[in-house]
């Protein structure tokens, strides 16, 4: 049911209900106290008390939401979009408030920062992995630059798995979904896991270990064989221990390892078949397979010093992933690729929060440094010269410091003021993907210097370009009365420059960034403002929180995608114009009864381009037409509605019922909107009995009831016109014979991996 329950309590920003109880219902748990710790606070803080636009999800609400990923929080906050881009599943297409990632190049760094457990993840790939055990999930929007660094423009996902509980737990949960009666689909999904807590060493020492396993048959009928596609199988093992080594000092230390071994993209080629359908045919099953380290140890220490803690957070991540996908979308073989990719990270923040009177302080270090290795093969038939092979090698460090003042002025009114500090470096050997002998990066065959025999064309460079710069932030919070606050701030946040790993015309690269010269991109520049309002009724039982936020961006670094008849799709990387974001959001809920609660939320945005520095149409000159294109993945109007309601069966348990709809509108995908996204009605469900055996709950759920189709990107292609149409079976092409921005047909046909449609489940849940 992954918007429902949740959007009541997402859609209010609350979501990190406290109140537990056996005896409380539904609604008790949603409208109690809600709290968030991306405030880096040594206490934690109530959601409706921090001058933070956020949305906050608990661990009973993400139960609820049937969350498997971040993606299936997509539709639960406006201006929002948790996207998986579908070319190497689990890459991060994240998007909040007209700010988001269009490719699936690893070298390109995020705009919304994924945090878990206070650890950034460097990349965007395996983003979008299953998620169990969690405690909650925290959605900032708006740039997070001080107290989170770089690479948050569009804000920060802070994702809190399960900690060690110091009594003894247990929660066991199984489920089976599927596209049910469609018989035009394909097989079941279904995932057992499992979670064990308790204390080891009684008053000293807790320790969790939990497992989780998922198997999908394949949502998609592939037409060229008649065989299920989207076939996946997960296996993640998770182990936490907590040492309470003083009255002041602890540490908390997990390890997870993770593997994924699936299919390909399920791509619909959109020259064949209509955008409003499921159907796909394509000759290369593909696949994905991938293994995950991560790792993370966190010492807090409290000390008399400001009566604060001093907290450290080292974090590990090793991830390697190898993929092969069909990017023509087509039963014929006209472009294939394969890609090898690793990356290791470690990370360190150290960090101060304390109280000095009427100033609250909170000052840190940080240290991040990454490797990544990245191989592309192009198999591409029409091509004589034969296949193509290229990629990168980047070092990348960065350092910070920050710290932050909020000053109560007076008992009501209080001043905030933040600097921060960044300085990176990116060291990086570039091979251009071209037609030429058989190579690898990750094995150090890929040559970076001297002529492609094969083209002519230079074979690569290295080069190394360092960046830095300071972060500030001013705000203030204004309590008008023990229910209602007022907030405003200005933040900068910056995405950082660096350099493109999927170079396929060496000549127009040249000439963008010459040898010579710096070949990197330079950095995304974004000034925020933001003035919000939340409050609540004295009894707790509605709540209304709004936001007005206007965003000015330098030097938006954007993924120029552009089809091409040699190399297939061309991606330049470069700062392609300035821009200006205006917007509005406002979440609610209300409790009609003590059984009975409403949601609803709405999100408005107005993007422009101001000045366009590159050829984003694609026709050559730099005009009015570039200047009066849609920005990409910003849709100008969400909203959400929600239910829920707990029906009391006294010696029989309870029955509680979650509807959620939740739209959000038309949006272009590329820069040149040749490629654009549907609209999306997505209406989720979910009935749960709490049977009288005690932890003992059976839910049936949807999700996309309306069975809306909806695709991680729409990348243009040179192949889908009418001359291929035949050789689709089943397919139709209905191509005006041209290329034309928001084109239901492209002639050239399109790359454009579904997402699942109608879903139905049933999930059995026992906890003590």
Same mark, same amino acid.
């Given at each position: 049911?992954?918007?429902?329950?949740?959007?009541?309590?997402?859609?209010?920003?609350?979501?990190?209900?406290?109140?537990?109880?056996?005896?409380?219902?539904?609604?008790?748990?949603?409208?109690?106290?809600?709290?968030?710790?991306?405030?880096?606070?040594?206490?934690?803080?109530?959601?409706?008390?921090?001058?933070?636009?956020?949305?906050?999800?608990?661990?009973?609400?993400?139960?609820?939401?049937?969350?498997?990923?971040?993606?299936?929080?997509?539709?639960?906050?406006?201006?929002?979009?948790?996207?998986?881009?579908?070319?190497?599943?689990?890459?991060?297409?994240? /998007?909040?408030?007209?700010?988001?990632?269009?490719?699936?190049?690893?070298?390109?760094?995020?705009?919304?920062?994924?945090?878990?457990?206070?650890?950034?993840?460097?990349?965007?790939?395996?983003?979008?992995?299953?998620?169990?055990?969690?405690?909650?999930?925290?959605?900032?929007?708006?740039?997070?630059?001080?107290?989170?660094?770089?690479?948050?423009?569009?804000?920060?996902?802070?994702?809190?798995?399960?900690?060690?509980?110091?009594?003894?737990?247990?929660?066991?949960?199984?489920?089976?979904?599927?596209?049910?009666?469609?018989?035009?689909?394909?097989?079941?999904?279904?995932?057992?896991?499992?979670?064990?807590?308790?204390?080891?060493?009684?008053?000293?020492?807790?320790?969790?270990?939990?497992?989780?396993?998922?198997?999908?048959?394949?949502?998609?009928?592939?037409?060229?064989?008649?065989?299920?596609?989207?076939?996946?199988?997960?296996?993640?093992?998770?182990?936490?221990?907590?040492?309470?080594?003083?009255?002041?000092?602890?540490?908390?230390?997990?390890?997870?390892?993770?593997?994924?071994?699936?299919?390909?993209?399920?791509?619909?080629?959109?020259?064949?078949?209509?955008?409003?359908?499921?159907?796909?045919?394509?000759?290369?099953?593909?696949?994905?397979?991938?293994?995950?380290?991560?790792? !993370?140890?966190?010492?807090?220490?409290?000390?008399?010093?400001?009566?604060?803690?001093?907290?450290?957070?080292?974090?590990?991540?090793?991830?390697?992933?190898?993929?092969?996908?069909?990017?023509?979308?087509?039963?014929?073989?006209?472009?294939?690729?394969?890609?090898?990719?690793?990356?290791?990270?470690?990370?360190? %923040?150290?960090?101060?929060?304390? /109280?000095?009177?009427?100033?609250?302080?909170?000052?840190?270090?940080?240290?991040?440094?990454?490797?990544?290795?990245?191989?592309?093969?192009?198999?591409?038939? !029409?091509?004589?010269?034969?296949?193509?092979?290229?990629?990168?090698?980047?070092?990348?460090?960065?350092?910070?410091?920050?710290?932050?003042?909020?000053?109560?002025?007076?008992?009501?009114?209080?001043?905030?003021?933040?600097?921060?500090?960044?300085?990176?470096?990116?060291?990086?050997?570039?091979?251009?993907?071209?037609?030429?002998?058989?190579?690898?990066?990750?094995?150090?065959?890929?040559?970076?210097?001297?002529?492609?025999?094969?083209?002519?064309?230079?074979?690569?460079?290295?080069?190394?370009?360092?960046?830095?710069?300071?972060?500030?932030?001013?705000?203030?919070?204004?309590?008008?009365? #023990?229910?209602?606050?007022?907030?405003?701030?200005?933040?900068?946040?910056?995405?950082?420059?660096?350099?493109?790993?999927?170079?396929?015309?060496?000549?127009?690269?040249?000439?963008?960034?010459?040898?010579?010269?710096?070949?990197?991109?330079?950095?995304?520049?974004?000034?925020?403002?933001?003035?919000?309002?939340?409050?609540?009724?004295?009894?707790?039982?509605?709540?209304?929180? =709004?936001?007005?936020?206007?965003?000015?961006?330098? #030097?938006?670094?954007?993924?120029?995608?552009?089809? #091409?008849?040699?190399?297939?799709?061309? /991606?330049?990387?470069?700062?392609?114009?300035?821009?200006?974001?205006?917007?509005? %959001?406002?979440?609610?809920?209300? =409790?009609?009864?003590?059984?009975?609660?409403?949601?609803?939320?709405?999100?408005?945005?107005?993007?422009?381009?101001?000045?366009?520095?590159?050829?984003? !149409?694609?026709?050559?000159?730099?005009?009015?037409?570039?200047?009066?294109?849609?920005?990409?993945?910003?849709?100008?109007?969400?909203?959400?509605?929600?239910?829920?309601? #707990?029906?009391?069966?006294?010696?029989?348990?309870?029955?509680?019922?979650?509807?959620?709809? /939740?739209?959000?509108?038309?949006?272009?995908?590329?820069?040149?909107?040749?490629?654009?996204?549907?609209?999306?009605?997505?209406?989720?469900?979910?009935?749960?009995?709490?049977?009288?055996?005690?932890?003992?709950?059976? !839910?049936?759920?949807?999700?996309?009831?309306?069975?809306?189709?909806?695709?991680?990107?729409?990348?243009?292609?040179?192949?889908?016109?009418?001359?291929?149409? =035949?050789?689709?079976?089943?397919?139709?092409?209905?191509?005006?014979?041209?290329?034309?921005?928001?084109?239901?047909?492209?002639?050239?046909?399109?790359?454009?991996?579904?997402?699942?449609?109608?879903?139905?489940?049933?999930?059995?849940?026992?906890?003590?």
């Amino acid at each position: 049911m992954s918007g429902v329950s949740v959007a009541m309590i997402a859609t209010a920003g609350l979501a990190n209900a406290q109140e537990t109880q056996s005896d409380s219902n539904a609604v008790d748990r949603v409208l109690g106290t809600v709290t968030v710790t991306a405030t880096k606070k040594t206490d934690v803080e109530d959601v409706q008390s921090v001058p933070v636009s956020v949305t906050a999800f608990n661990d009973e609400t993400l139960d609820a939401l049937k969350v498997r990923d971040l993606q299936s929080l997509s539709f639960s906050t406006p201006n929002v979009s948790l996207d998986d881009i579908g070319t190497s599943r689990g890459t991060a297409n994240f /998007q909040i408030r007209g700010l988001g990632v269009n490719s699936s190049i690893p070298s390109i760094d995020p705009t919304v920062g994924v945090f878990i457990d206070g650890v950034y993840l460097g990349v965007n790939n395996g983003v979008v992995f299953d998620l169990f055990d969690l405690d909650s999930v925290e959605i900032l929007r708006g740039p997070q630059g001080l107290l989170f660094g770089r690479n948050t423009t569009g804000g920060a996902i802070v994702v809190n798995t399960g900690n060690p509980t110091d009594t003894f737990e247990y929660k066991l949960r199984a489920a089976v979904e599927g596209p049910w009666a469609d018989d035009d689909r394909g097989g079941n999904n279904s995932y057992v896991q499992g979670v064990v807590s308790g204390p080891l060493v009684e008053g000293k020492l807790n320790g969790k270990i939990g497992a989780y396993f998922n198997n999908d048959d394949g949502y998609f009928k592939n037409l060229f064989n008649d065989s299920n596609h989207g076939e996946a199988e997960t296996t993640i093992i998770r182990g936490a221990l907590e040492w309470f080594a003083s009255e002041d000092l602890t540490f908390l230390a997990k390890l997870e390892r993770s593997e994924t071994d699936a299919d390909g993209p399920s791509a619909q080629n959109r020259g064949f078949y209509d955008r409003d359908s499921f159907d796909l045919a394509i000759d290369n099953e593909g696949f994905i397979e991938n293994e995950v380290w991560f790792g !993370s140890l966190r010492t807090d220490l409290d000390v008399d010093f400001g009566n604060g803690t001093i907290t450290n957070i080292f974090g590990y991540r090793s991830y390697e992933a190898e993929t092969d996908g069909d990017i023509d979308s087509t039963p014929l073989f006209l472009f294939h690729s394969q890609t090898e990719f690793e990356q290791e990270q470690i990370s360190n %923040e150290l960090r101060y929060n304390g /109280q000095f009177g009427a100033a609250n302080v909170t000052t840190g270090v940080y240290y991040f440094q990454q490797d990544l290795l990245y191989t592309e093969n192009r198999a591409i038939p !029409s091509d004589p010269r034969g296949l193509y092979y290229g990629g990168g090698n980047q070092d990348h460090t960065v350092w910070g410091v920050f710290g932050q003042v909020d000053y109560d002025v007076t008992d009501n009114f209080t001043l905030i003021a933040g600097l921060r500090y960044s300085s990176e470096e990116k060291d990086v050997e570039i091979t251009y993907v071209q037609p030429r002998a058989e190579c690898s990066v990750l094995s150090g065959t890929c040559p970076t210097d001297g002529i492609n025999p094969i083209t002519g064309d230079n074979n690569g460079f290295t080069d190394s370009q360092d960046w830095s710069n300071w972060t500030p932030k001013l705000g203030f919070q204004y309590f008008v009365n #023990d229910v209602t606050q007022a907030y405003g701030n200005y933040t900068k946040g910056f995405r950082s420059g660096g350099y493109n790993f999927r170079i396929t015309t060496p000549g127009p690269f040249e000439a963008i960034f010459p040898p010579g010269g710096s070949r990197a991109f330079d950095e995304e520049e974004v000034d925020s403002f933001e003035i919000g309002v939340k409050t609540e009724t004295e009894d707790g039982r509605g709540q209304l929180n =709004a936001a007005v936020f206007f965003t000015d961006i330098k #030097d938006m670094q954007r993924e120029v995608n552009l089809s #091409d008849p040699t190399a297939g799709v061309v /991606q330049t990387i470069v700062n392609t114009a300035d821009a200006e974001i205006t917007g509005l %959001e406002l979440e609610g809920r209300y =409790a009609i009864t003590d059984n009975f609660l409403l949601t609803g939320n709405v999100g408005l945005i107005d993007a422009e381009y101001q000045d366009v520095k590159f050829d984003i !149409s694609g026709d050559g000159v730099i005009d009015g037409e570039d200047l009066a294109l849609a920005l990409p993945r910003v849709p100008e109007v969400t909203f959400g509605i929600g239910a829920l309601y #707990d029906l009391n069966l006294g010696n029989r348990g309870s029955l509680v019922t979650r509807v959620n709809y /939740q739209n959000r509108d038309e949006v272009a995908y590329t820069d040149n909107n040749f490629g654009w996204i549907n609209e999306a009605e997505m209406v989720d469900a979910d009935l749960t009995w709490n049977t009288p055996v005690e932890g003992l709950s059976v !839910s049936l759920y949807g999700r996309n009831l309306l069975d809306e189709v909806q695709a991680g990107g729409d990348t243009q292609v040179p192949f889908g016109g009418p001359a291929l149409a =035949a050789a689709a079976p089943g397919g139709v092409n209905r191509s005006n014979g041209v290329g034309a921005p928001f084109d239901p047909n492209p002639a050239g046909g399109t790359f454009s991996p579904l997402k699942k449609g109608r879903v139905i489940g049933l999930e059995l849940t026992l906890q003590r």
